[in-house]
């Protein structure tokens, strides 16, 4: 009887000091290399090395992803609107999570602040990102954000333009 308490007192002993996995935490490694891509965005450089070669990348959607040379292409051609964009550093929150399925996800919240070239309006948008890591790399990442302020201020200068080319065209 003796040796079955202990036996049981051992198990017990022994799961109780297993290392349980982090199933949420603000420090990883993974986080770091969100904060890296958030750094190189706000340097205006891509680096797509960082995302596996087979990542899809949505943004605002959940049809037609994005590859990695695709995500590098579509920031490019957008930086043309601005005359400067970036991530605040005020208050960002970084956090990891460990799913019941064994997923590693790091989700941000950030503030994101730009000025538009064509008019100089002044923007400011919450903006939510989460990316899914496999070995280290990016293998998909969401991004979600209200971009009607942007279309609505990119309409209106377009808008602008044609009016001044129209007028410009009646004087003649």
Not at 56 to 71: G, H, I, L, R
Not at 83 to 99: A, G, H, K, Q, W
Request: glycine share 2%.
């Amino acid at each position: 009887m003796k040796k079955l308490i202990f036996l049981a007192l051992a198990i017990v002993l022994f799961t109780a000091c297993e290392k349980q996995m982090k199933r949420y935490t603000q420090q990883s490694p993974e986080i770091e290399t969100v904060k890296m891509l958030i750094d190189n965005y706000n340097k205006k450089t891509i680096d797509i090395s960082i995302y596996a070669d087979s990542s899809k990348t949505f943004y605002n959607t959940n049809d037609n992803p994005m590859s990695p040379a695709e995500v590098k292409t579509y920031h490019q051609e957008r930086e043309a609107l601005y005359t400067s964009r970036m991530f605040s550093n005020e208050d960002p929150e970084y956090e990891m999570v460990l799913t019941d399925d064994g997923d590693t996800w790091v989700n941000c919240w950030l503030e994101w602040n730009a000025t538009l070239a064509g008019n100089g309006k002044k923007i400011e948008m919450p903006i939510h990102l989460t990316y899914q890591f496999v070995d280290g790399k990016i293998v998909k990442e969401y991004g979600y954000w209200d971009p009607t302020e942007i279309v609505l201020n990119l309409q209106t200068i377009e808008a602008d333009k044609e009016k001044l080319a129209n007028e410009d065209q009646s004087e003649e």
